[in-house]
């Protein structure tokens, strides 16, 4: 009997905390695998005193003995995997023997980053709030089918095919308006790419599906079901299926060799950039939040913005990716409110509703649910019978609103700090 692809998804904007839960389930599985996003993905590994962050490598790369792919989902910047890849061979690991990269992902030219600033130059007071790390130009040619692939570079007309392209995106630089320099950053981008050669370069769909014959696999999501390109709060999303599907299509696999599904969350909502966020917090709250949860981002270091969690929008993104076990992260970070609130309903046009609408720009009034404090440290609490009762209580509430259990509880960034139920 074949074994099953397990998926740990993040169910919010982001943000959520998988790179510390990838890293703790990977111990489990032999191979761990990114489907989807590129290097604006940042996941924060905390462990034996050392903290690291990755970008475009998954998260198992720490465990020995683990094969950690990059899916064909995935687009894929060669500099900054090379950089990567430098940082973790300074740990004694050799990135070579432990990453397979499918021939199917999607490369970022450089070219392609001039064209993200562009386009937000040019949007003004509209802007997406991109990392200007070239993703959504990226898979805006994939779609359009102009896009270059990892086994493009093997192929004896590569440099025509770069060329084109490059002037391609040019000319659309040119008629936004943009000043730059056409050649920024290409030597080091063409020295980058005959690094990745020396990698093992697959056809992913097959690997992957024969690794499922008689060994399990994790896929790793980035970014979260709420920046989903079709179902997240649209136009400010990322350029890629976030949701359980985008595992089928990032590393070719059938709806029918799903798993587990683990969904991240946290005790409360952070957002990235622009885009709406209806429990968000404008207050001493939102502030406190984000000093005592270090609200920056892993990659960029700009602060989230932060709010109370929002069960409607998390119900939703329950319901769409099929999850089958909650992971709460970030419960430590309420230790010390009086009162602690989830969003319940929202208030559009005085009617009340729990299903998420079509638009959450604007209009929305969040109803909420208080639930008293615990107001105690609960960081280093590693059993459920000693966790307080106000928190069990909680914990009670979300599963039966949610209705999935949650299965994990972190308390922490170490893998330690970590609590299975």
């Not at 790793?220 to 709060?233: F, K, N, P, T, V």
Request: proline fraction near 5%.
């Amino acid at each position: 009997m074949s074994s099953k692809l397990d998926v740990v998804l993040g169910l919010q904007w982001g943000d959520e905390g998988k790179g510390k839960i990838v890293d703790v389930l990977a111990g489990r599985y032999p191979a761990v695998a990114r489907f989807q996003g590129g290097p604006n993905a940042g996941h924060s590994l905390h462990f034996e005193g050392h903290s690291f962050v990755v970008r475009s490598i998954p998260s198992g790369i720490f465990r020995e003995g683990s094969t950690n792919i990059i899916g064909n989902g995935v687009v894929f910047d060669p500099v900054t995997f090379r950089e990567e890849c430098g940082n973790i061979a300074k740990m004694g690991i050799d990135p070579k023997e432990k990453i397979v990269i499918s021939k199917k992902a999607s490369l970022i030219l450089p070219t392609h980053r001039l064209l993200d600033a562009a386009n937000e130059a040019a949007a003004g007071k509209g802007k997406i709030g991109s990392t200007l790390k070239g993703i959504g130009p990226t898979y805006t040619d994939k779609i359009s089918r102009n896009g270059l692939r990892i086994g493009d570079i093997l192929a004896p007309d590569f440099k025509e095919k770069f060329e084109k392209l490059k002037n391609r995106h040019l000319g659309q630089i040119k008629a936004l308006n943009y000043e730059c320099d056409p050649d920024q950053g290409e030597k080091e981008w063409m020295d980058a790419l005959e690094f990745i050669k020396g990698f093992k370069l697959v056809d992913c769909e097959f690997f992957v599906n024969e690794w499922l014959e008689d060994k399990p696999m994790l896929a790793e999501g980035a970014q979260g079901s709420m920046l989903d390109i079709d179902y997240g709060s649209y136009p400010f999303v990322t350029s890629s299926s976030t949701t359980v599907g985008g595992a089928c299509t990032g590393l070719g696999v059938a709806p029918s060799k799903i798993g587990r599904v683990f969904g991240i969350f946290k005790a409360y909502c952070t957002r990235v950039g622009s885009g709406p966020f209806p429990t968000e917090l404008f207050d001493e709250t939102g502030e406190k939040l984000r000093q005592v949860g270090h609200e920056f981002g892993a990659v960029t270091g700009r602060p989230r913005r932060c709010g109370w969690l929002d069960l409607v929008a998390l119900r939703y993104s329950v319901m769409l990716n099929g999850v089958t076990d909650l992971i709460m992260m970030k419960s430590d970070c309420l230790d010390d409110f009086d009162t602690i609130k989830v969003c319940t309903e929202y208030e559009v046009g005085g009617q009340r509703t729990s299903r998420l609408p079509f638009d959450i720009s604007n209009g929305i009034e969040p109803v909420y649910t208080e639930f008293p404090g615990w107001k105690s440290d609960l960081s280093g609490i590693r059993k459920e019978e000693d966790l307080p009762e106000s928190f069990k209580n909680y914990i009670k509430f979300m599963e039966n609103y949610l209705g999935v259990p949650i299965s994990i509880i972190s308390l922490g960034p170490d893998r330690d700090a970590t609590i299975e139920r």
